[in-house]
T-cell receptor, first 115, second 110 residues
Framework: DAGVTQSPTHLIKTRGQQVTLRCSPI?????VSWYQQVLGQGPQFIFQ???????GRGNFPDRFSARQFPNYSSELNVNALLLGDSALYLC??????????????FGDGTRLSIL | GQQLNQSPQSMFIQEGEDVSMNCTSS?????WLWYKQDPGEGPVLLIA?????ELTSNGRLTAQFGITRKDSFLNISASIPSDVGIYFC??????????FGTGTRLKVLA
């Protein structure tokens, strides 16, 4: 079975531009979470979506937004890019019920570089 | 953003040695996860812990959920070169997000 897939794998943008990152969860998983991982640090939580609704949001500005589609895939959008947005953006999926003890499985991420 | 404290920060060990690392938090967690991340890849789940005091094994890996629910430990027995990588703990304080640790960088000398 395919794991979590993310696209694109690498992306280069300039300051002020907008970017959209995509994620397909593991088949049967209804929850998708997004994390930002700056070089040398652990992942930082951005959003969680479950059944197409936002269930949680981390401490990120409103320039960051996301959505989940009926097939449970998800997009992360970042507007007005800043140099500090350069990072590895990770998507994780987990099965079913919100609040249940379900581990998250990660994709290999999108490496975003801002020039 | 908030990160959990992992120690040691990095370690060099000889192949065949046992490894221990830990993760601490100021908050109580309902779940602890341990991940390994290789360069250019996403974190790979190693062990999931759901109950205080729980000890779980996955091959040469053993992890424990601390009794206070504010810490967790990971042990690797008889390390091999492919154990090289960054190990992250992650704790879940509520129902929807995980907080990750600062990472332990493991290097194995053959």
């Amino acid at each position: 079975d395919a794991g979590v897939t993310q696209s694109p794998t690498h992306l280069i943008k300039t300051r002020g531009q907008q970017v959209t990152l995509r994620c397909s969860p593991i088949s049967g998983h209804k929850s998708v979470s997004w994390y930002q991982q700056v070089l040398g640090q652990g992942p930082q939580f951005i959003f969680q979506y479950y059944e197409k609704e936002e269930r949680g949001r981390g401490n990120f500005p409103d320039r960051f937004s996301a959505r989940q589609f009926p097939n449970y895939s998800s997009e992360l959008n970042v507007n007005a890019l800043l140099l500090g947005d350069s990072a590895l953006y990770l998507c994780a999926s987990s099965s079913g019920v919100q609040g249940a003890n379900q581990p998250q499985h990660f994709g290999d991420g999108t490496r975003l570089s801002i020039l | 953003g908030q990160q959990l404290n992992q120690s040691p920060q990095s370690m060099f060990i000889q192949e065949g040695e046992d490894v221990s690392m830990n993760c601490t938090s100021s908050s109580i967690f309902n779940t602890w996860l341990w991940y390994k991340q290789d360069p250019g890849e996403g974190p790979v789940l190693l062990i999931a812990l759901y109950k205080a005091g729980e000890l779980t094994s996955n091959g040469r890996l053993t992890a424990q959920f601390g009794i206070t629910r504010k810490d967790s430990f990971l042990n690797i027995s008889a390390s091999i070169p492919s154990d090289v990588g960054i190990y992250f703990c992650a704790g879940r304080p509520g129902t929807y997000k995980y907080i990750f640790g600062t990472g332990t960088r493991l290097k194995v000398l053959a």
